[in-house]
């Protein structure tokens, strides 16, 4: 089945600078790779998504890249707020409905 | 549109019992996906419904097992509770094949 790996487990940026966070997968039929950011009590919410057919996607200070041919994806978030703080998850998905996710990644914005 | 709603919100059972949970989709999502959140073990798949029929499956014991109705809702159920069950369990909907999921806040299940 698919395996994703995440790094890094936990990253501190100062307010302002950027955070980048890394993902590879193992199955080569993924072809929907979503980002997920979960705030302490909540579930997971969608920030920004990319499918296989795209190497880049933006949204604001938010932006998604993948490379296809390593097996691998980042999330890249810019001018880091104190509000960006939470643990975020990438996905891989192959069929409808199931993803596979990495472990997470504890962003903290120290202001 | 209104989010994914999941009830109880939190649980406490005895090792041994049942529990059934609870999950509506956003209005118009036919997928309704769980999930089973441990700081151990992450974010594992438990399964995916769509239009009533079971469509993919975890690597989870047959003690787990769900369903869906015919407006979407979806019911997840656990018997024989164990103490390693203890867990945020997430469901998450999705519009028709397109991938994107949406999760609900989760129900807390603590079992002592």
């Known amino acids: 089945g698919e395996n994703v790996e995440q790094h890094p487990s936990t990253l501190s940026v100062q307010e302002g600078d950027s955070a980048v966070i890394k993902c590879t997968y193992s199955?080569?039929?993924?072809?929907?790779f979503p980002w997920y950011k979960q705030e302490l009590g909540k579930g997971p919410q969608l920030i920004i998504d990319?499918?296989?057919?795209?190497g880049e996607k933006k949204d604001q200070r938010i932006a998604v890249t993948l490379n296809k041919t390593a097996k691998h994806f980042s999330l890249h978030i810019t001018e880091t707020q104190p509000e960006d703080s939470a643990v975020y998850f990438c996905?891989?998905?192959?069929?409808?409905?199931?993803?596979?996710f990495g472990d997470g990644t504890t962003l903290t914005v120290k202001p | 549109k209104a989010g994914v709603t999941q009830t109880p919100r939190y649980l406490i059972k005895t090792r041994g019992q049942q529990v059934t949970l609870s999950c509506s989709p956003i209005?118009?999502?036919?997928?309704v996906s769980w999930y089973q959140q441990t700081p151990g073990q992450g974010l594992q798949f438990l399964f995916e419904?769509?239009?009533?029929?079971?469509?993919n499956k975890g690597n989870f014991p047959g003690r787990f097992s769900g369903r869906q109705f015919s407006n979407s809702r979806s019911e997840m159920n656990v018997s024989t509770l164990e103490l390693g069950d203890s867990a945020l369990y997430l469901c998450?909907?999705?519009?028709?094949?397109?991938?994107?999921?949406?999760f609900g806040p989760g129900t807390r299940l603590t079992v002592t």
């Open positions: 209005s118009g999502h036919r997928s």
């Open positions: 996905a891989a998905s192959s069929a409808a409905g199931k993803s596979t």
């Open positions: 998450a909907s999705s519009p028709i094949d397109r991938g994107e999921q949406y």
């Open positions: 990319i499918r296989s057919n795209v």
């Open positions: 419904y769509f239009s009533e029929t079971q469509r």
């Open positions: 199955d080569s039929a993924s072809n929907y």
